[in-house]
């Protein structure tokens, strides 16, 4: 592979090798010098023209662990801000020959763009609200080490996916690993054409969440208030907010993060033993530490068929 | 072709085109013919072998090619004034002589917009320098296409302008469509409407359906289009109005548009080469070559508009040729201007993808391509003797590659960039004169 632009393009094969190569860095991270020598002398960009914490601070400390030197690039303060092109700023950046540039935009397909304007391999971190495949992977990550497979589950992915690069990356990497996936949320934040293209289910309400093996929760940005898209927090609140009453004891729930503790989830469960919050953010760092591996160095050494599958473990709802 | 469009002098054509199919569908006319042109008039078209030619013509022998009227463009923008890097009079009109056209008109939402005389007056004084077709221009309804006062629309006709049009926005305001609409008994000339609720396109940037659900992009629905068509077409009938509606993109707007003509309003309609053969699938690969207003729809809306243009409620083809500049096309898709260049493609396009492909007869095509002055008062180009030569010899199975050789327009924003078309122009004549040869194809010179 020599970019990650989306999980839509992305094959079953290429998914699986990335998240194995994930299960070994995890095996590092529990060293006491976390840090491997993969790619020393190399150079990795984050051009972030968005603000973001933990996808940034992931990204960075991922590459660190790899050895590579980093650059980070905010819009803030940079060209950027001058009234530079993208593709201008691009060419300044493949000027210091990066490995890889690992770029967040605004913009839906600006990693694309960037991919076909410079040598070094490109990382989708988000563009616009089209795509965030590492959040995917990192998602599916989280789940196979918890329960073994996708295979068969049922995933509810809950709240505002019209607005959500998350939601449209996770269905389709939790479809591609052979999981169920149900979009859920008002009626003006889920569009029932996604489903159609995507052959995900449509629901308007939580009817039906009880038979979820996980609860994916996105995040509700208070400005849809103001844009007619809910008539209030309040009744997104009542509808739609996982809470324990809503949350079974056999459910899992994630959620991308930030939380708005209180609109899209009540704090008890946010802290519940069911909570895969803080894991998702573990696995972030082992996951964006296998992508840019895969696309470093992955070309002669990662195979798809090195090695055993794994076993399964037994899944959460099913008899042991 | 009429006082009301503009164009540099150009010495009147001698021509002979010998034994070319010449094909006049409003005439009912498909015969190979020695076409005659002299002194700029069509003076012939004798059986093959007859007539007689001009001393010093040129010739062309047309075994194999076509003849047909030229073709008219209801809709392009030419950039002049002030955005010159993206076009000019004189680029866009020899795109416009490439594409077969011998007369287009120029919409007004430049920059500054043509919303007084002086400013008409300076751009047609300037076509009569550069313009290698005859072309008219339409002024804005609103001054600074602000969407609240009018223009001096009655000045403004005096000045020559061909019509009236907000063309890039739409009137949003029905009060001040009215106004404008009662307006035109007084000032007459056809008021042209780009159709859209600003309140529903929102900042959409293509079609609101799968594709846009998929991609995350902001959409615009087709009731954005269909509404204010529906709406329009109401204040023009209630007010006894003439308007004609551009750029056709949805099923539901052929729908209104056929319900208001059968309730009798004096209404016209245009639909673009792109609407008819490409659907919001293109968009996929996010490349801002797709990205237009209105945007490419759904096949269901492809075919409404070809089933339009075929029983007659689509009264004619519009390229909505609209250059720009490649920094401002080379950007994500949702920063990306709006619009896509036509005039060079728009035959061969609808030839190679609609005739050839069986899904329209040429001669519809060729009765709609030609229709684009009608609205406007333009009557279409006839092969007949006595006519002003307005005319295009084409090759129609001469294939081609979309901008291979480059492109006559300044700007190459093409959404058919990269095509292999069939069927090329190789010679357009306008108002009478030569506008354009192809440049591998020699003349000859009759002895």
């Known amino acids: 592979m020599k970019h990650l632009l989306g999980i839509d393009s992305l094959s079953r094969a290429d998914a699986e090798r990335i998240l194995e190569r994930a299960e070994s860095f995890a095996e590092v991270g529990r060293r006491d010098i976390k840090k491997v020598p993969t790619l020393r002398g190399r150079t990795i960009v984050n051009l972030f023209y968005e603000s973001s914490t933990r996808t940034l601070s992931s990204f960075e400390i991922a590459a660190k662990r790899l050895s590579a030197d980093v650059v980070s690039i905010k819009s803030a303060g940079s060209s950027v801000d001058k009234g530079e092109s993208l593709k201008d700023t691009v060419a300044t950046l493949t000027a210091y020959d990066p490995a890889a540039i690992v770029i967040r935009s605004p913009h839906a397909g600006a990693a694309a763009l960037v991919a076909g304007w410079t040598d070094a391999s490109v990382v989708n971190a988000g563009d616009g609200k089209h795509e965030h495949p590492s959040q995917a992977l990192l998602d599916v990550y989280t789940l196979r080490a918890r329960l073994g497979s996708l295979e068969g589950l049922k995933i509810w992915i809950v709240g505002d996916v019209l607005h959500s690069r998350v939601a449209r990356s996770c269905l389709h990497a939790f479809g591609l690993m052979g999981a169920e996936v149900t979009l859920c949320g008002p009626p003006t934040l889920v569009p029932p054409e996604l489903g159609a293209a995507t052959g995900c289910a449509i629901a308007y309400d939580l009817d039906g969440l009880e038979s979820a093996d996980v609860i994916y929760a996105l995040r509700m940005q208070r400005e849809r208030m103001g844009e007619s898209f809910v008539p209030s927090l309040r009744e997104y609140v009542t509808r739609y907010q996982i809470d324990s009453r809503r949350l079974g004891p056999r459910q899992l729930l994630m959620h991308p993060g930030p939380v708005n503790r209180g609109i899209e989830l009540s704090p008890e469960v946010i802290d519940s033993s069911q909570s895969l919050i803080t894991t998702q953010v573990e696995s972030g760092l082992v996951v964006r530490m296998a992508i840019l591996y895969e696309l470093l160095a992955g070309s002669e050494r990662a195979r798809p068929d090195r090695g055993p599958a794994p076993a399964e473990p037994p899944r959460i709802g099913q008899p042991a | ?447």
């Open chain 2, 1 to 447: 072709m009429s006082a009301a469009l503009a164009s540099r002098a150009a010495e009147p054509a001698d021509l002979v085109i010998r034994g070319a199919r010449l094909l006049d569908p409003r005439q009912e006319l498909d015969a190979v013919r020695n076409l005659i042109v002299r002194g700029g008039e069509i003076a012939e078209l004798a059986e093959p072998g007859a007539g007689t030619e001009p001393e010093g013509a040129e010739v062309v022998e047309g075994e194999g090619m076509l003849v047909v009227p030229a073709f008219v463009d209801p809709h392009v923008h030419l950039r002049v004034p002030g955005q010159e890097h993206k076009e000019d009079l004189e680029t866009g009109t020899r795109a416009a002589a490439a594409g077969g056209y011998c007369a287009v008109v120029a919409m007004a939402n430049t920059s500054p917009p043509v919303d007084s005389a002086s400013i008409l007056g300076s751009l047609r004084e300037l076509a009569e320098q550069e313009a290698a077709v005859p072309t008219g221009f339409l002024a804005t309804v609103t001054r600074g296409i602000g969407g609240e006062e009018l223009t001096e629309m009655a000045e403004l006709r005096d000045a020559g302008a061909l019509g009236f049009s907000d063309d890039g926005l739409p009137i949003a305001s029905a009060r001040v469509l009215r106004r404008a609409l009662q307006y035109q008994r007084l000032a007459d000339g056809v008021i042209a409407l780009h159709e859209e609720d600003p309140e529903l396109s929102g900042d959409g940037v293509m079609h609101e359906g799968e594709v846009s659900a998929v991609l995350g992009l902001a959409g615009i629905p087709a009731a954005s289009e269909a509404t204010t068509i529906a709406r329009d077409c109401a204040l023009a009938r209630e007010e006894g109005a003439r308007v004609h509606v551009q750029h056709l993109s949805a099923r539901a707007s052929v729908e209104a548009i056929a319900a208001a003509k059968a309730a009798g309003t004096s209404v016209t309609c245009e639909a673009t080469p792109h609407h008819l053969v490409l659907t919001d699938e293109a968009v996929r690969s996010l490349d801002a070559r797709f990205k237009m207003n209105p945007p490419l729809r759904t096949e269901d809306d492809r075919a409404a508009l070809l089933e339009g243009l075929r029983d007659g409620t689509i009264d004619c083809v519009a390229t909505d040729h609209a250059p720009h500049a490649i920094e401002e096309k080379e950007v994500p898709f949702e920063e990306a201007a709006m619009g896509v260049t036509g005039l060079e493609t728009a035959f061969a396009v609808l030839h190679t993808d609609l005739v050839l492909a069986g899904t329209l007869p040429l001669e519809l095509v060729l009765e709609r391509l030609t229709a684009g002055g009608e609205p406007f008062g333009i009557p279409a180009p006839r092969l007949e003797p006595g006519a002003a030569a307005n005319l295009t010899l084409i090759d129609p199975a001469q294939e081609w590659t979309v901008g291979e050789d480059g492109y006559e327009s300044r700007s190459e924003n093409s959404c058919f960039a990269g095509r292999n078309l069939t069927g090329r122009v190789l010679l357009t004549v306008a108002g009478g004169a030569v506008a354009y040869r192809q440049r591998s194809f020699a003349l000859g010179v009759a002895e």
